[in-house]
């Protein structure tokens, strides 16, 4: 109910925001992030949690101990079926301080919170380290931080990777052509109005920003899995 509210009010703005390029609210400010982000998480968790299942058991098949790192978690719902999908993983959950305390609920309530470690801070801004990890999970977090921003992080993941590593991008496409689907092609307006610089993104813009970032390689592609519902998985895999 609060969050109908709250995209009713948003959306009656769409006008304003269509003439001045301004968001009418911006939830990747911290402290706005804070406030609406722990409601909006728990719902998402509901929501894909069938769908990270999926994508967990696809990413550590034939897989033992990887080492994770979930960026701008919220629950931690796709990182959490990675641990249980493979029992000797090792997770790192990062996210602004307050949505941190929401996750560390989930993963001690998932019975996985002892192979979690935590990095709170501005995704812009905190150190993922060099070589660290398999998997690099961005789980609905490109739309709301655009292009520059995006293609810095993966740019700073794809150094946090060690070789054979691979980035997971779960999101909204909409089609090359941006003719369609519907639902990415209205969720990039609902960027417009919550979010400075965001926005969907397209299979092509993806593969050309994860190449640009270093994931190209002659053995590589980035590529394509759908794992239920609107949002597939983006994978590109390091060197
Ligand atoms: C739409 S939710 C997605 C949460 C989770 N990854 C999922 O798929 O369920 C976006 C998350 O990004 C976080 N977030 C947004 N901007 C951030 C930033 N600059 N630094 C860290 N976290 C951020 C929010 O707090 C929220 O947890």
Redo the contacts with the bound molecule.
């Keep these: 109910m609060w969050e109908a509210d709250r995209l009713w009010e948003m959306w009656g703005k769409l006008a304003d925001a269509v003439r001045t390029g301004r968001p009418q609210m911006a ?2 400010q ?1 402290q706005k ?2 406030e609406f ?1 722990p409601t ?2 728990r719902s ?2 509901i929501q ?1 949690r069938d769908k990270a299942q999926t994508l967990a058991r696809r990413l550590t098949a034939g897989r033992k101990g990887l080492r994770g790192i ?9 990182g959490i079926a990675v641990c249980e999908a493979d029992p000797e993983a090792r997770f790192v959950a ?3 301080p307050a ?1 941190l305390d929401l996750t560390r609920q989930y993963v001690r309530q998932q019975g996985v919170g002892d192979r979690y470690e935590f990095l709170p ?4 801004e905190v150190d993922f380290g060099r070589d660290r990890f398999d998997l690099a ?5 490109v739309h ?2 655009g292009e520059a921003s995006s293609r810095d992080l993966f740019r700073r993941l794809h150094a946090a990777l060690r070789p054979g590593g691979r980035i997971v991008i ?1 999101d909204m496409l909409p089609n090359d052509a941006r003719t369609g689907p519907e639902f990415p092609l209205f969720f990039a307006l609902n960027m417009l109005l919550a979010t400075e610089e965001g926005g969907t993104y397209t299979l092509a813009e993806y593969t050309e920003w994860l190449c640009q970032a270093g994931f190209h390689t002659v053995e590589t592609t980035v590529e394509m899995m759908d794992v239920g519902g609107h949002s597939p998985a983006v994978i590109a895999t390091k060197a």
């Design positions: 939830v990747n911290q992030a804070e982000f909006l998480v998402l968790h894909n979930d960026v701008a978690c919220g629950s931690g719902v796709w990062q996210g602004f949505v801070g501005n995704l812009r999970l961005l789980g609905n977090i709301s931080e779960v």
